[in-house]
């Protein structure tokens, strides 16, 4: 990677926004979004799941437990998620743009507790002071936007968080990870993995390898580079291996599979409309009529990567992969219209009822006897953000949970859990019901258990028309039971991204 190129072609872009903030008039939002968008929620209570935050930080606050917490389950869930959308009267387009809050829920025996706190990046505490946006946005132009040095100028580590090395780390999708305390929330700082690669991208999605070591990739084509940096990451922190994979054309991924044997990239074709100085996705146009390029990496040759092409597929989230008798099946959620992944939730963003997130279960098939790739449509629909338990047999595909929309909905947004199994095509699912949205599932194994799937899923809610937020506890192997807990809080927060539960 030539990272003087990288960076020189960051801090040009950020001269771009200071220098032309008239551009692409029609897509720059309004001072008035935020009265507007508040007079929305007023009538349509779900709408509290895009709203912006106000206070810095949130708790700690004891939950009201509703059912029982199950004998043995222990230990905190944290959830990031993009929470303050709004300054001095502008609001943010952009469901992605929203900078980070990183919220912990405590599990005792008898109790559950939440604390919540806006990450401290230095995009957030430089606007904190403001008291306005001042950096580029990944979806919306903002008007007099100053210059920036690199990409941790604008990182919001808005989208995931993991626990590895036995640190809490905050991630987004196109700068540094963001180290946190993992009891007070407090932020420490970005980490680089080695000096000479600071401030390059360390994607939301890293997965975990079976030795406990950390593998992740950076997309450069997100800043005007171009190629894939690959990150190898010891269990005790240190970068054990990089590497660069060039890239044939700009292709937009959001998130990879593995294999025991492999790394799976999936790239959208894209190009980004004339307009500089204007937002990464105000720009970005998918190609749908041009396929996907993927590129299977041997984890012993991250140089040799052997590519496929397969029908135009709109994938943010890849779940598990397998891999056997000469084929690879990774399975994905499909969105059914590239632009309106492109801005999911564009209309709630403005205060609006828009359309719900239409995707598809799938099954992609890389047969690497024949350099051939399909997709397998499952009839699975409406869902996202699939989980799994990784201990599952990497021979077939592993069962997935995940939140599912199901009509009467109150909301175009997830109302259910879903238990799928794709090997024998079947789901069961649990239906809230009363307005709740519900986000992410994260699968947590029960203590001592060794037999796959036996555990517990947990994940967050948001009761709208009750103006709560709250957390359940179900039975991993009989989802369609119902929680066997829940706990509410007495304040609704925006919906987040993705979590993971420290035991």
């Not at 903030?21 to 897509?27: F, I, N, Q, V, W």
């Not at 059914?336 to 709630?348: G, H, K, Q, T, V």
Request: glycine share 10%; hydrophobic share 45%.
């Amino acid at each position: 990677m030539n990272r003087r190129c990288f960076l020189r072609d960051v801090i040009a872009a950020g001269a771009a926004f200071a220098l032309v903030p008239g551009l692409l008039r029609a897509e720059v939002a309004q001072r008035t979004d935020s009265e507007r968008f508040a007079l929305a929620r007023a009538k349509q209570p779900w709408l509290t799941g895009w709203k912006s935050v106000d206070n810095a930080s949130l708790g700690p606050t004891t939950a009201a437990i509703e059912g029982r917490l199950p004998k043995g389950f222990a230990g905190t869930l944290y959830r990031d998620g993009p929470a303050w959308f709004e300054r001095a009267g502008f609001r943010y387009r952009h469901w992605f743009d929203g900078d980070g809050m990183l919220h912990a829920w405590q599990f005792g025996e008898r109790t559950v507790e939440h604390r919540a706190r806006m990450i401290a990046t230095s995009k957030f505490t430089r606007e904190q002071a403001a008291g306005r946006f001042l950096l580029p946005a990944a979806g919306t132009t903002i008007p007099g936007a100053v210059p920036i040095r690199n990409n941790d100028d604008v990182n919001t580590a808005n989208t995931a968080v993991i626990r590895f090395d036995g640190r809490l780390f905050a991630l987004w999708e196109g700068g540094s990870a963001y180290e946190l305390d993992a009891a007070s929330l407090h932020t420490l700082g970005p980490v680089s993995w080695r000096d000479d690669l600071v401030a390059a991208p360390f994607s939301a999605h890293p997965l975990i390898e079976r030795d406990g070591s950390l593998w992740n990739f950076g997309s450069l084509d997100l800043l005007s580079g171009s190629g894939l940096l690959l990150w190898h990451v010891g269990v005790d922190g240190k970068l054990l291996r990089s590497a660069t994979v060039a890239t044939p054309a700009p292709g937009y991924l959001h998130s990879f599979a593995m294999t025991r044997r492999h790394l799976v990239f999936v790239l959208m074709p894209y190009q980004l409309e004339q307009g500089q100085g204007a937002a990464f996705f105000e720009r970005l146009r998918f190609h749908s009529t041009q396929p996907c390029r993927i590129a299977v990496v041997p984890k012993d040759a991250l140089d040799a990567p052997r590519w496929f092409e397969v029908e135009f597929g709109a994938v943010y989230h890849y779940a598990d992969a397998c891999e056997r008798n000469g084929e690879i099946v990774v399975s994905a959620a499909r969105h059914d219209d590239p632009a309106e992944m492109r801005a999911p939730m564009a209309a709630a963003m403005r205060g609006a009822p828009g359309s719900s997130i239409g995707t598809e279960l799938v099954a992609l098939h890389l047969n690497l006897a024949n350099g051939r790739a399909r997709w397998q449509a499952s009839g699975v629909r409406d869902i996202e953000f699939p989980a799994f338990d990784h201990r599952h047999d990497a021979a077939a595909p592993a069962r997935l949970f995940a939140p599912m929309r199901i009509e009467p909905a109150a909301a175009p947004y997830f109302n259910a859990i879903a238990a799928i199994d794709p090997v024998r095509g079947r789901h069961s699912v649990h239906r809230y019901g009363g307005g709740v949205l519900v986000e992410e599932h994260v699968f947590v194994p029960k203590p001592a258990s060794r037999r796959v799937g036996e555990g517990w899923l947990v994940g967050t809610l948001l009761d709208a028309p009750r103006g709560r937020s709250g957390v359940a506890v179900l039975d991993a192997e009989h989802v369609e039971d119902g929680p066997l807990a829940q706990a509410w809080l007495p304040y609704a927060m925006p919906l987040g991204f993705h979590g993971t539960f420290a035991a």
